[in-house]
């Protein structure tokens, strides 16, 4: 089946530098990507999103960048922050229906 | 800003209860979703409704049901809780029926079946 997966469960960098994560999609139809971030004991709160129309994204410190060529999902953060430490999933709308598919998350640890 | 508030954080209920959890959007949506996550597992979706009194299945719906009266509202209920529903349940709305956009979550509910 079509699925939503994330390279690495956990990620740890330290303060002020960049953080990357990663998330791979399978289902060629997909044109609309979110990424969530996940604080502990909260529901995911929406940062960014793209459109396959576009490869890349800019918020606020954060960054996404799709690659449709290679089925590619990145969420780049810059100057990671103490505050930035989460689990952040993606999502994406491949699946027919009005359900988005969620990847399982990345779990990011800010170290000082 | 879009508000989704769920009735309780955290709920302890014995098996063979009948639960129900609340779900209450601000902005008007017509998508509506409950999920739960589990570690390892991610969210898998239960229930959605895309209208007022509209309901379609999800990936897990055994042991679930929904009720959707109004449109602000949707609600989850477990008919009979069982140990293996204890979880994190999350509610999310999006907005305009049948466009797969960004959905907004609540703060969840932290439900333990003793």
């Known amino acids: 089946g079509e699925s939503v997966g994330l390279h690495l469960p956990t990620l740890s960098v330290q303060e002020g530098d960049n953080s990357i994560i990663n998330c791979a999609y399978s289902n060629s139809a997909s044109d609309y990507f979110i990424w969530y971030k996940q604080e502990s004991g909260k529901g995911p709160q929406f940062i960014i999103d793209i459109r396959s129309n576009m490869d890349k994204r800019q918020g606020q410190r954060v960054t996404v960048l799709l690659n449709k060529t290679v089925k590619h999902l990145s969420l780049q953060i810059a100057a990671t922050q103490p505050g930035d430490s989460a689990v952040y999933f993606c999502?994406?709308?491949?699946?027919?229906?009005?359900?988005?598919?969620f990847g399982k998350g990345t779990s990011l640890l800010v170290t000082p | 800003d879009v508000k989704v508030t769920q009735s309780s954080r955290y709920l302890v209920k014995r098996t063979g209860e009948k639960v129900f959890l609340e779900c209450v959007q601000d902005m008007d949506h017509e998508n509506m979703f409950w999920y739960r996550q589990d570690p390892g597992l991610g969210l898998r979706l239960i229930y959605f409704?895309?209208?007022?009194?509209?309901?379609e299945k999800g990936d897990i719906p055994e042991g679930y049901s929904v009720s959707r009266e109004k449109k602000e509202r949707f609600s989850l209920i477990l008919e009979s809780a069982s140990t293996n529903q204890t979880s994190m349940y999350l509610c999310?709305?999006?907005?305009?029926?049948?466009?797969?956009?960004?959905?907004?979550f609540g703060p969840g509910t932290r439900l333990l079946v003793l």
């Open positions: 999310a709305s999006s907005g305009k029926a049948g466009k797969r956009e960004t959905q907004y």
């Open positions: 999502a994406e709308n491949g699946n027919s229906g009005y359900a988005l598919n």
């Open positions: 409704s895309y209208d007022v009194k509209m309901k």
